[in-house]
C-alpha cells in the first residue's frame, strides 16, 4: 500500500519535473533566439564593441574589455528578456516606435529613388555651361563649356506619418500630373515598401494620401460578441485593415453582399441582424429574412425575424406586404418629413436576403417577374421611407441580379474574377481593390467602398450559429407578420403586425404560424429546444 502511494507520488514528481524542464528549455530557446535576433539587427553595433574589446584585452585591460562586451551584448540580454517574458510591452514601447521610425527614414531618405522608379517624376535634359581654367589652353580661363545634364522632377512628398500597423505618406502632384497618376502610383510604391495592402485617400485635387498597410491586423479571425447596445444608425461587422472598427450604414442604404460559395457572407448577414437584435426587442427595428436556401441560414436566428419566407412564393408574399407597409407610410409621411425617424411604433424595416439570385434569376419566370418587381419599387423608395434592403449573392451578373444599380452601398467578399469585381465594385476597382485575389484561406474579408470613394479592406467577426441563436433568444421580435395572408395594397396601417405571444399587450397572441415559413426548416446543426410561444411579464421567453 505504502509502496504504491510512493511510486505514485515519484511518478507524479517525475512529470513535474519534466514539465518544469520543458518550459525552461523553451524559455532559453526564445531567450537565445531573441539574442540572435537582436545581433543580427545591430550586428555593426556589436562588431565594434567585439573589436574594441579585442584591442582592449590586446591592451592588457580586462576590465575594459569585460565593459566592451557587456556593452555589446548586455542590451541583446535585457531585450531578449524583456521580449520574451513581455512581448506586448516590448512591443509597444520598443519595438513597434523603432519599426515605425524605421519605416518614416526609408521613406524620406528613399523618396526620389521612389518617386523616380514608380513613376511619379519626370527627366528633363538640359545644356549646362561651366566656367574654368582648360588645362589644354595653357590654364586659361575659358568662358564656357556646354555639358548634357539630366533635371528630375519629383512628386512632392508632404509628409510621412505612421500609427500602428500604417505607414501614410502625404503626396503633391507634380506639374502636369493629376491625383490619378498618385493613385496609379501607390501599387508599385506599396511593393517597394513590402506592404500587404494600401489603399488612396484623395485630399485635396493635388494631395493624395497613400496608407500602406504594413502588417495584416485581419489574418486572425475573430468572434463576434453579443450586444447589448441599441444602434439603429449602424451596427458594427468588425475591422478595417488599419485596425479599426469597421462599421456599416443601416439607416438609409440599401447594402448588396457579393461573394462565391464560403466567401463568408453569413458574418455580414449576421452581423447586421443581430447587430441590430437590441433594436429589434426594443421594437425600433423589425426584420423580415428571405432564406432562399430552405430557411438554413435564417433558422439559426428566427425569433429575431418578424416574418421569414423560405421559398419564392413566400418571399413575393412578404414583399407585398412590405411593399403596402411602404406605400401606407409614404402616404403618412407626404408632406410631413423627407426622410423617416425610426420609433417603437414606427420602426425601421430590415429586409434581409439570403441568396437574392434564387429570387430573380433561378425561379420561374412569373414568381421572377413579380419578385423583382416588387423589390425594385422597395429599393427604390424604401431608402427615405425607413424600408432597407440586405441581400447576399453569390453570382453579380446582370442577369441574376439586375436590381444590383439600385443598390446604394455594396461589400465585396471573395469574388471568382477581376471582371466580377469590376461588377460589384466599379471601373478600375479590380486594381485597387482586388477583391478576386482574398484568399479562400480568410472568409469574411471584404472591400468596401468608403463615403469618400476611398476602397477599404474589412474583416467581418464570426457569428457561430450558437452565438446566433443565443442572440436570437434574448432579442425576439415583440411583433410577428402575418405575411401569408397579405394582399397587395391591403397592408393596412404599416406598422401593424401581431405582438407576440405573452408580450405583454393585451392582444390575442399570435399563432405559431405568424412567420411564413411553411413548418420544417431543414438545420444547420443541431438545433436548439424549440422554445414555447408564451412569455414572462418581463418578457423574457418562458421555456
Ligand atoms: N468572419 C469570418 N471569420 C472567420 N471564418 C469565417 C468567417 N465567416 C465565415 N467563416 C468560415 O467560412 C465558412 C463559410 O462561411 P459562410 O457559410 O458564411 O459562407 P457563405 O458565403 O455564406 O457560403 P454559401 O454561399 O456557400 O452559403 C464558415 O463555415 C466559417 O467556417
Not at 460589384?424 to 469618400?452: K, Q, Y
Request: overall charge positive; glycine content about 10%.
Amino acid at each position: 500500500m505504502f509502496s504504491n502511494s510512493a511510486a505514485r507520488v515519484s511518478h507524479v514528481d517525475a512529470r513535474a519535473a519534466a514539465a518544469l524542464l520543458a518550459r525552461t528549455a523553451r524559455f532559453n530557446w526564445a531567450l537565445l533566439r531573441a539574442v540572435l535576433v537582436w545581433v543580427r539587427g545591430h550586428l555593426r553595433w556589436v562588431l565594434a564593441l567585439l573589436g574594441l574589446s579585442a584591442v582592449l584585452q590586446l591592451l592588457g585591460n580586462p576590465a575594459g574589455f569585460r565593459e566592451a562586451l557587456a556593452l555589446a551584448f548586455g542590451p541583446a540580454l535585457a531585450g531578449a528578456v524583456w521580449v520574451t517574458c513581455w512581448p506586448v510591452s516590448y512591443e509597444r514601447f520598443i519595438a513597434g516606435p523603432a519599426r515605425r521610425a524605421g519605416w518614416r527614414r526609408w521613406v524620406r531618405k528613399n523618396w526620389e529613388h521612389i518617386s523616380r522608379e514608380c513613376g511619379l517624376s519626370v527627366s528633363r535634359t538640359t545644356k549646362s555651361r561651366t566656367f574654368g581654367l582648360a588645362p589644354k589652353e595653357g590654364s586659361r580661363f575659358v568662358a564656357s563649356q556646354s555639358q548634357t545634364v539630366t533635371v528630375w522632377t519629383h512628386a512632392r512628398l508632404v509628409d510621412v506619418t505612421t500609427a500602428g500597423h500604417l505607414l501614410r505618406l502625404m503626396v503633391q502632384t507634380r506639374t502636369g500630373q493629376t491625383t490619378d497618376d498618385l493613385e496609379a502610383a501607390a501599387a508599385p510604391i506599396a511593393a517597394a515598401a513590402g506592404a500587404k495592402a494600401y489603399r488612396c485617400v484623395h485630399m485635396t485635387p493635388s494631395v493624395v494620401e497613400i496608407v500602406l498597410v504594413m502588417a495584416d491586423a485581419l489574418t486572425e479571425p475573430r468572434p463576434a460578441a453579443s450586444p447589448s447596445e441599441v444602434y439603429v444608425n449602424a451596427v458594427t461587422l468588425g475591422r478595417r485593415q488599419d485596425g479599426t472598427p469597421w462599421y456599416l450604414t443601416i439607416i438609409g442604404r440599401h447594402t448588396l453582399v457579393v461573394g462565391c460559395s464560403g466567401s463568408g457572407k453569413g458574418s455580414i448577414f449576421w452581423g447586421v441582424c443581430a447587430g441590430l437584435a437590441p433594436a429589434v426587442r426594443a421594437g425600433v427595428v423589425r426584420l423580415w429574412g428571405v432564406d432562399l436556401k430552405r430557411g438554413v441560414e435564417v433558422g439559426m436566428g428566427k425569433p429575431m425575424f418578424s416574418a421569414v419566407a423560405t421559398s419564392p412564393a413566400e418571399a413575393v408574399k412578404l414583399l407585398t406586404r412590405l411593399l403596402a407597409i411602404l406605400e401606407e407610410r409614404g402616404n403618412r409621411m407626404a408632406g410631413q418629413t423627407r426622410l423617416h425617424r425610426p420609433t417603437p411604433v414606427d420602426p425601421l424595416h430590415v429586409l434581409a436576403i439570403d441568396e437574392l439570385a434564387v429570387l430573380t434569376a433561378y425561379t420561374d419566370p412569373e414568381t421572377k417577374k413579380e419578385a423583382s418587381r416588387l423589390l425594385a419599387e422597395i429599393l427604390t423608395q424604401g431608402r427615405a421611407l425607413g424600408v432597407v434592403v440586405l441581400a447576399c449573392v453569390q453570382d453579380p451578373r446582370k442577369e441574376v441580379v439586375g436590381l444590383r444599380g439600385l443598390f446604394t452601398q455594396t461589400i465585396a467578399l471573395r469574388l471568382r474574377s477581376a471582371e466580377e469585381t469590376r461588377m460589384v465594385l466599379g471601373d478600375g476597382a479590380a486594381a485597387v481593390a482586388p477583391a478576386h485575389r482574398i484568399s479562400p484561406a480568410m472568409p469574411g474579408t471584404a472591400w468596401v467602398v468608403d463615403e469618400d470613394g476611398a476602397m477599404d479592406r474589412v474583416r467581418a467577426d464570426w457569428w457561430s450559429d450558437q452565438l446566433v441563436r443565443q442572440v436570437a433568444t434574448q432579442h425576439p421580435a415583440p411583433v410577428v407578420e402575418a405575411v401569408a395572408t397579405a394582399a397587395p395594397g391591403k397592408g393596412g396601417r404599416g406598422t401593424g403586425g401581431v405582438p407576440r405571444a405573452g408580450s405583454g399587450s393585451g392582444v390575442p397572441a399570435a399563432p405559431a404560424t405568424g412567420h411564413t415559413t411553411s413548418g420544417r426548416t431543414p438545420a444547420r446543426n443541431p438545433r436548439a429546444p424549440r422554445k414555447q410561444r408564451t412569455r414572462s411579464t418581463d418578457g423574457s421567453s418562458a421555456a
